[in-house]
């Protein structure tokens, strides 16, 4: 899990910075708060999804269910 949380800290990062924006910028176009942002890109393994999508939102971006390999999670 800690992966896909590292592995979108990483997509928003980018996005932000190829979109020339401040987090703070990036916050108020999303409709949230500053340190949101900030929790996001560190990797904060404990963020409202609906918050996420929020951001994602404005890059074309949504968190949705996935199939999980089961048996991996199992033997972790």
Known sequence: MEN???SLALFLKEKRKLSSLTQQQLADKAGV???????????????????VNQVL??????????????????NE
């Open 4 to 6: 896909a949380i590292t």
């Open 33 to 51: 708060g500053i340190r949101f942002i900030r929790d996001l890109e560190q990797g904060k393994s404990t963020l409202r999804m609906d918050k």
């Open 57 to 74: 939102k404005l890059f074309g971006q949504e968190l949705k269910p996935g199939p999980i390999n089961r048996d991996k999670l199992l």
